[in-house]
C-alpha cells in the first residue's frame, strides 16, 4: 500500500526563482505544505542553470523531452564522443526521465513542474495534450480555484516538455513577475495551486474524485511575433493596450503591437480569440510575443476521473 | 562653436533592454528624440553582454569605473599577462574612458546613462555625489517632469559608477520592468526623461538655464537584507505590504519581510526614511533587497547652473 509519488519539479527554467525558494523551504518545513495519501518528490530541474541565475545553460529543458533527444543522451556512441558533446540540458532530461520516470528507481506516476512568467496571467495550468488524467487533474483544480487552464497541443515549434514524460503531469505557471525575483505573493499561488493538485490527488487516490461537469479550455492555436529588423530585434512592441490583458478576448483591428514612430500594428484575425503570455521575457528570443487560444467548454465524462484513480491506485 | 558632445549610454547592463531598444530605434529615426544645441552620441555600455541577454559577463560594468580599475586597464603588464586575463568589463570601462572621455578623441562634456529597474520606482534620476552641474541637471529636469532624485553617496561596497568619469553625468532609471522584457511604456519614460535631460542641456549650452530655488534629493543612506541561509540564499521575502512601495515613508515597526512560516520581520529605524530599490532583481546577488534614503530639501545656489552653463559653454 505504497503512497503513490508525485515528482514536484522547480526550476526547471533557472531563472525562474520562486518555486524553488518554496522548495528548499518546504524541505527545512514539511507542514508548509499540505499533503496527504501521495509522497510527494520535490526536485530542482536544473540545478546548474539556477546556480548561474539563466534560464538554461545549452538549451531550454523544458523542450528537451522529446524522445528523439532522450534516446540520443541513452547512445553511448554519443556520450562518449567528445566533439559531439551533448547539451546539458539534454542530459539533465535523460537523468531526470531515467530516474524519477514511472520506470525509475525512484519512479513517480504524476510530475507537477512549477514555472513562472512575467506576463500577467494570474495563476494558471498548462496542460500538453488530452490525456483524460492531466484533464481529472486541471478539471478537478479548476473546480477547487477557478484557474484558467491553457491547452497546449500541436505546435510542431513548441516540443519536448517534461510533463509529457510522466503518465500524468501538468505545469503551474504563475505571473506576473520579473525573472530573478522573489515576490512573496508568486510563492503564496505557487503553494496554494500546489496544495490544490495534491489534494485532488489525495482525493483520487482514495477513490472519491469529484470532477465539474465541464472543464474550460483555452486551447492554444499558434503564436504572433512584431515585425523583426535584419539583427532579428524585435521593431515593435506590444501596445500599451494589450500589454498586461492576458485572458482578455481580441476583437479585429484592436492594436496589437506599437511601432516607435507611434504607428499602430492591428491585431488581424477572427473576433474572441484569446491571448496569453503577452510579452513574456523568455519567449522573446523563441519568436513569440504572445499566443492565441480558442476559449472552449469541454464536458467532463466519468472516463477522466477515473483515469487519474487508476493511475493513483495500488497496482 | 562646435556644439558639446554628450555620451547616451544605454545597456550598461546587457538584459536592461529597453533603452538599447530605443538607441537603435534612434539611430534609424533621428527625430525620435528632439535634441537642439549639443550632439548626442549614442552608445551601447557592453554589447556582449546584450548579445548574451545578460546583466555581465565577469563583473558588473557599472562598478568598474574605479580609478584603480581603470589603471589597471592601462597597464601594459596586465594587458600582456595572460593568466591574469583582466575581466572583460574592465577593458570595455577603459575604453569607453579612453574614447568618450573628456579627454578622449570622441570625448563628450556629459553622460547619460540609461537603466530600468524591476523596482516600482517609475522614472528617477541618480546622481552620484555633489558635483554642481549634476546637480543643475538634476534639479531643472525635477523642475520640467517632478521626477524623484536619488543621490547616491559615501556607499563604500558601491563604487565606481560609469557617469563619475565624465565631468557631468547621471543615471536615467525607469521601472518597474522585469529585465529582458521590451515594454513601451518603459521606452516612452525612457525617451521624455532623456529628451527633457537633452533640452536642459540645451538651455545652459544658451546660457538660458533656470534652475527650481530647492532641490528635493533623496540622500542613500544604506541598504538592509533580509536573513540569509547558510548557501547565501534569502530566508525571507520582501513583505508584500512593502514589495512595489518605493518612495513611500517608513514607520518603525512596519512589516519589512516575510519568512514562508508567515513570521514577519518588522523595519526597525528612524521614522520617515523612504525605501528604494526594492527587490530590484539584480541586487539579490549584492545582498541588497532595499535601499535606505532620507529625504532632503537642498537650497540650489546660483553657482549651480552656473557650473553646468560653463561646461557647456564654448572653451
Chains 1, 2 share one sequence.
Not at 287 to 304: D, H, K, M, N, Y
Request: with cysteine.
Amino acid at each position: 500500500m505504497a503512497r503513490p509519488r508525485v515528482l514536484v519539479v522547480a526550476g526547471t527554467h533557472g531563472n525562474e526563482i520562486n518555486a524553488p525558494w518554496l522548495l528548499d523551504q518546504w524541505q527545512r518545513n514539511p507542514a508548509l505544505i499540505a499533503c496527504a495519501d501521495v509522497t510527494p518528490v520535490p526536485v530542482i530541474g536544473n540545478p546548474a542553470a539556477r546556480a548561474q541565475g539563466r534560464r538554461y545553460l545549452d538549451r531550454d529543458l523544458n523542450r528537451s523531452f522529446t524522445l528523439e533527444l532522450l534516446a540520443r543522451a541513452d547512445d553511448p556512441a554519443m556520450a562518449s564522443c567528445e566533439s559531439s558533446r551533448l547539451d546539458r540540458e539534454i542530459v539533465r532530461a535523460h537523468e531526470l526521465v531515467s530516474r524519477f520516470g514511472p520506470e525509475g528507481p525512484e519512479g513517480c506516476v504524476v510530475a507537477l513542474d512549477l514555472h513562472s512568467t512575467t506576463a500577467a496571467m494570474g495563476s494558471s495550468l498548462v496542460v500538453y495534450g488530452r490525456r483524460p488524467a492531466d484533464l481529472a487533474l486541471a478539471a478537478a483544480v479548476q473546480q477547487r480555484l477557478g484557474l484558467p487552464v491553457y491547452l497546449h497541443e500541436a505546435d510542431q515549434d513548441q516540443q519536448g516538455f517534461l510533463v509529457e514524460r510522466w503518465p500524468c503531469g501538468l505545469v503551474i505557471e504563475i505571473g506576473p513577475v520579473p525573472q530573478m525575483l522573489l515576490q512573496a505573493t508568486i510563492v503564496e499561488h505557487t503553494r496554494l495551486t500546489l496544495e490544490a493538485c495534491l489534494a485532488v490527488m489525495a482525493d483520487a487516490r482514495r477513490q472519491q474524485l469529484v470532477c465539474p461537469p465541464a472543464l474550460i479550455v483555452h486551447r492554444h492555436l499558434g503564436s504572433l511575433d512584431p515585425p523583426r529588423d535584419p539583427e532579428g530585434r524585435p521593431d515593435a512592441c506590444v501596445h500599451p493596450a494589450r500589454q498586461g490583458q492576458d485572458w482578455q478576448p481580441l476583437l479585429s483591428g484592436d492594436p496589437l503591437f506599437l511601432k516607435a514612430d507611434g504607428s499602430v500594428i492591428p491585431y488581424e484575425g477572427p473576433d474572441g480569440r484569446v491571448p496569453v503570455f503577452i510579452n513574456e521575457a523568455a519567449y522573446g528570443e523563441k519568436g513569440i510575443a504572445l499566443s492565441i487560444t480558442e476559449r472552449e467548454v469541454w464536458p467532463v465524462e466519468g472516463a477522466v476521473p477515473e483515469a487519474l484513480q487508476m493511475l493513483l491506485a495500488d497496482d
